[in-house]
């Protein structure tokens, strides 16, 4: 049994130890061999299509590298494991140290219906707040899938806190590096 047991917004899918050992070792591994982008507060890699997060828009298919290998097989999983209605074609790899985060936001309809989420090296809490100003803390487990589809894809809004630990389960975690990989699908007739 997991400290992180939790009520979870609708539509918001959760699967603890979604990737293998050897799995998030392959991955860290190929993110780790990849360039990161510094113009944010925290690191980014994107891949399949660049999200420009000053005009808050995404841009054409290529305007990123390709999706690299391990982290397009991933993909392919979550697309065969019915996750998503197509194969992920958007990637973007956000590291977090220490007090990091990203401001609360939903992500734009120019994604597909499913935004999925894998935890690289440490878990996280991840705030979600719907408009009613209704607030769930959700912890994110190193290896761990979290699918927003339905309301948690289009009412609520996620995001991390800027602070050097979480509390979960009464106990406080100290923050250390965490990577996320986030998968989206395009539709290309809303950009």
Known sequence: MSLFQVEFPSGLIYVPNCLSDEEHAAALEEVDNHQFESTLARRVQHYGSRYD?????????????????VLSEIGSRLFSEGYFDKMPSQVIINEYLTDQGIASHIDKNTFGPAVATISLLESWTMQFSDPNGIKIEVPLEARSL????HE???????????????VVGGLRIPRVRRLS?????TDNSKL
Not at 60 to 68: K, L, N, Q, V
Not at 146 to 149: D, G, I, Q, S, Y
Not at 156 to 163: D, E, F, N, Q
Request: no cysteine.
């Open 181 to 185: 990989m986030t998968y989206r699908t």
């Open 146 to 149: 979290a699918v927003m589809t």
């Open 152 to 166: 948690s894809r289009y009412v609520w809004s996620h995001g991390i806190a800027k602070r050097k630990a979480d």
């Open 53 to 69: 997060y000053f005009a808050s828009e995404l841009k054409d298919a290529g305007s990123a590298p390709p999706i690299p290998p």
